[in-house]
């Protein structure tokens, strides 16, 4: 077998072709140097965003209402994540499919999370050391059955319409709501020490990385969104792409989120799913450019090349 | 010792020449360079001649990409170094954060300037369709090592964002093995595995490029050599 040689050889490649000196390790010094400048300046001057990450104490201490609704909602298993389907639960609340294609589903349930007992009765198990009432509270919501829970927390629910902050409080107007008001009490007292914070973090293991529980939670009330909202950061403002303040975010997203404002798609149930497959379908078409007739012609149709080589094209005609 | 000064003489195998690219010799290894040999002598990686033309803008964005990455790469390995809660405590490394964040903003424009620039001139042409679609890959393995970047930062913008792209990756079945409100999963990710792939994708991408060399302009297309002695006349 003979050695393999590139089969176009490039002097013969290039016949016809002036060659010149060319500095390649100077061009790279000088663009790295370059760079670094101007990220430098960049850096100095605009510096970049860093907006404290929002707690679960921080949320029960600003809006202790919208805390206990979540909460309640949770132990009622009535929220999006409650309902959400693979890959936390078995529901299908925010299940998406395309006819018969439900990936989702396909995959099942990998980072499993139980709403009520998870948010809810679980930290609360763990921080009845000396407090009888509450340990008591647990039991009788334990033992009773599931209608008789559902229809205490149905009611709860509804009186918290109109619920008030009566020294620092939550408050309802009286009902027949079993041991509820004193599990959410609890548990907005457990959240606004921190310590629901670390408890939802917990698991079998010492050393904790895995945030889905309580970002979960979180994303369930009303109070997470509405920061966001403050911060410009939400869907209809282009949210994925966007940085909190001024900063450019993500802006190689914006075909991504594009999507999502056009109608038929981004307001179908099924928004995601459909959108992923667009930019699947267009990634394609972004990596076969050089096979696809058309989109591998509009170079030569729209001659852009000629100011890219403006130089070589005029020494050509002379 | 008297072993050590006889290797390599008195085997009956005669000495190789430098630069030999293992000619006509047999087994894995002789394949394996006569390959690398033939694609890449180190002249084409480091040339110091070349086509006038390669002094149009459109060819420095693809450098300024690779110094962009450099200052990416460096940054991180900072801000690696020092550990996640570093740059949220200290000046310094709120600063080192900046020029982490400010490398890829730069690293991205530069990118999408070149990947515009190669589609103009259509740079795939003459055999070069892989190396334009290990741009593309290069392009779509940026976005996912910035997201993940993005989902790190341990603020409000990455709780923001993971839970909204949860949806997204959820849909597709992903969501259980890529789970982006995992923390530790995602740190990984960044820090180390897309680093690595992207890094020898650039290394890959150049020796495709530079084994090569860069496409004729579009309208002076290479004309094969039919024994004719008479050229294109175009470009004379
Ligand atoms: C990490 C990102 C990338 C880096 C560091 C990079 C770097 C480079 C460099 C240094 C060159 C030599 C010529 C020049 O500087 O223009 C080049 C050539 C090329 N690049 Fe990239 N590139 C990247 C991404 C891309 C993308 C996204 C595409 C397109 C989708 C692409 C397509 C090409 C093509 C087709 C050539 C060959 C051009 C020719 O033969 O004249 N590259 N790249």
Sequence with gaps: MNGRRPKIDKTDYYRGIRMTPYDL?????????????????????????????????????????DFVTTAASELAGQTTTAQYGPPYTTGSGSVQSIGPIEPQVWAGVHVA????????????????????????????????????????????????????????????????YGPVPVLMSRLLTLARSGGLDALLLTSEHFYQTDFSKPLLFLSDGGYFPGLAQAQD????????????????????????????????????????????????????????????????????WIPVHKLIWRQHYRSMTK | MSEASGLGSGTGTPPLAAGSSAEGEPG??????????????????????????VGSWVYVFGVVTIAALVWVLVSGTVLAFMGSAWWHTSDLGHFFNSIHFWSVQMFFIFMVLHLWGQYWGAGWRDGRAK????????????????????????????????????????????????????????????????????????????????????VRPIGDPYVPDTGESASTGASQ
């Design chain 1, 113 to 176: 999370v139980n709403a009520p007992l998870d948010f809810v009765l679980q930290p609360l198990s763990q921080a009845t050391v000396g407090d009888q009432t509450l340990a008591s509270a647990l039991t009788t919501f334990n033992n009773a059955s599931a209608a008789q829970q559902q229809k205490w927390l149905a009611t709860y629910n509804q009186a918290l319409g109109s619920a008030k902050l009566v020294d620092n409080e939550v408050s309802v107007p009286s009902g027949d």
């Design chain 2, 28 to 53: 894995w290894t002789a394949a394996v360079r006569r390959r690398l040999d033939g694609r890449l002598p180190l002249e084409e990686v480091l040339p110091t001649r070349q086509p006038a033309f």
């Design chain 2, 131 to 214: 190396t334009w679609m290990v741009g593309v890959v290069l392009f779509l393995v940026s976005i996912v090592t910035a997201f993940t970047g993005y989902l790190i930062q341990q603020n409000f913008d990455s709780q923001w964002i993971a839970v909204n792209a949860k949806d997204a990756i959820n849909a597709t079945g992903l969501g259980g093995f890529f789970n982006v409100l995992n923390f530790g999963q995602m740190y990984g990710i960044h820090v180390m595995l897309f680093p690595i792939a992207l890094t020898l994708l650039v290394v890959l991408h150049i020796v495709q490029v530079r084994s090569r060399g860069v």
């Design chain 1, 25 to 65: 390790i100077k061009e790279i010094s000088i663009a790295t140097v370059g760079i670094l400048v101007a990220v430098l300046i960049l850096s100095a001057v605009l510096s970049s965003p860093d907006i404290p990450s929002a707690t679960i104490q921080a949320w029960a201490k600003s809006d202790p209402v």
């Design chain 1, 233 to 300: 950061l939400t869907g209809s403002q282009w949210g994925m792409m966007n940085e909190t303040g001024r900063y450019p975010g993500q802006a190689w997203l914006w075909l991504f989120t594009l999507w999502y404002q056009v109608p038929p798609i981004g307001s179908a149930s099924n928004a995601d799913l459909l959108v992923v497959v667009v930019m699947t379908v267009l990634s394609l078409g972004l990596l076969l450019v050089p096979f696809i007739p058309g989109l591998r012609d509009v170079p030569r």
